[in-house]
């Protein structure tokens, strides 16, 4: 997840943070959240989660979830609003990993909560990069409003009309995770310890326990787990597209597979 300079012209997006997930149709997830400095200070780009799992109420839908935007106190939610600098994106890949050859991209118009996003694709990248994106404009593109959720008809990667549901706006952390045991077991991974002036401390030896359940056989916790995002005490911004599992299925050119790569990234033009 290091921040990669940019290789093409101030039109390009560079891509800061990336939450990896492999999926064959099953429920996954990935968490990520303030792993360095450059995503302190640049909220907007910081990906805590990604998910994709079946519809709860239609088992021919997959979803597809990006939590962005750490900490966001509870009751600010409301006036909480995507960066318009920042290109957000779903990649996807069939078959093998680490190319995407299918993205669905997001760009906000303006700051502020009247603002909306643009969604392009399902389509081809313009370029096959994991450092820079560029907008896949010629492509149609769909408008939604911020903080409303709304249905589409949109052509698939394959060409194939397909009926799409997308929400992007401000919802309550939906994840469970006990950081102070986390930054207890891995000190290095606690950005505070990566100022200039302190020493990084090192990982405890193994085994690693956390509390409340046995990471191994012969390792067990029980204390009771502490969830640092409990009773809705943070807010994140997210962007959930619910489609078709044979739309998501579907490659460019009208190919299928059984396997799909699904990781989410986001980009700013400066890189910075």
């Given at each position: 997840?290091q921040?990669?300079?940019?290789?093409?012209t101030?039109?390009a997006?560079?891509a800061?943070?990336?939450?990896?997930?492999?999926t064959?149709?099953?429920?996954?997830?990935?968490?990520?959240?303030?792993?360095?400095?450059t995503?302190v200070?640049h909220?907007a780009?910081?990906i805590?989660d990604?998910y994709?799992f079946?519809?709860?109420d239609?088992a021919?839908?997959v979803v597809?979830?990006?939590?962005t935007?750490?900490?966001?106190p509870?009751?600010q939610?409301?006036?909480?609003s995507f960066?318009?600098s920042?290109?957000?994106?779903?990649?996807i890949?069939?078959?093998?990993?680490?190319v995407a050859?299918?993205v669905?991209q997001?760009?906000?118009?303006?700051?502020g909560?009247?603002?909306?996003?643009?969604m392009?694709?399902?389509?081809?990248?313009?370029?096959n990069s994991p450092?820079?994106?560029?907008v896949v404009s010629?492509?149609a593109?769909s408008t939604i409003?911020?903080?409303?959720?709304t249905?589409l008809?949109?052509?698939?990667?394959a060409?194939?009309?397909?009926?799409?549901?997308?929400f992007a706006?401000p919802?309550s952390d939906p994840?469970?995770?006990?950081l102070?045991?986390?930054?207890?077991?891995?000190?290095?991974?606690?950005y505070?310890n990566?100022?200039?002036?302190?020493v990084?401390?090192?990982?405890?030896?193994l085994?690693?326990t956390?509390r409340?359940f046995?990471t191994?056989s012969?390792?067990?916790?029980t204390?009771?787990?502490?969830d640092?995002f409990?009773s809705?005490?943070?807010?994140?911004?997210?962007?959930?597209?619910?489609?078709?599992?044979?739309?998501?299925?579907?490659?460019v050119?009208?190919?299928?597979?059984n396997t799909?790569n699904?990781?989410?990234?986001t980009?700013t033009?400066s890189g910075v």
């Open positions: 997840m921040l990669t300079r940019a290789l093409g101030a039109a997006f560079t800061f943070a990336a939450a990896l997930l492999l064959t149709m099953h429920p996954a997830r990935s968490t990520d959240l303030e792993d360095s400095q995503l200070n909220p780009t910081d805590t990604v994709a079946p519809a709860p239609n021919n839908n597809l979830v990006m939590n935007d750490p900490l966001i509870s009751g939610g409301p006036s909480a960066d318009p920042v290109l957000y994106q779903f990649q890949s069939h078959g093998s990993a680490g050859d299918t669905i997001f760009v906000p118009n303006v700051s909560t009247g603002q909306a996003l643009t392009y694709g399902p389509a081809a990248p313009n370029a450092s820079v994106s560029t010629t492509t593109s409003p911020y903080n409303k959720a249905t008809t949109v052509n698939d990667a060409g194939k009309s397909a009926t799409i549901k997308v706006g919802r994840d469970f995770f006990d102070s045991r986390f930054y207890a077991i891995f000190p290095d991974a606690n505070q990566h100022q200039l002036t302190s990084v401390p090192t990982p405890n030896p085994p690693i956390f409340g046995a191994n012969n390792a067990c916790d204390s009771t787990a502490v640092f409990s809705g005490k943070y807010n994140v911004l997210s962007i959930v597209v619910e489609m078709p599992k044979t739309a998501l299925a579907d490659e050119g009208g190919g299928s597979s799909v699904i990781w989410a990234t980009s033009a």
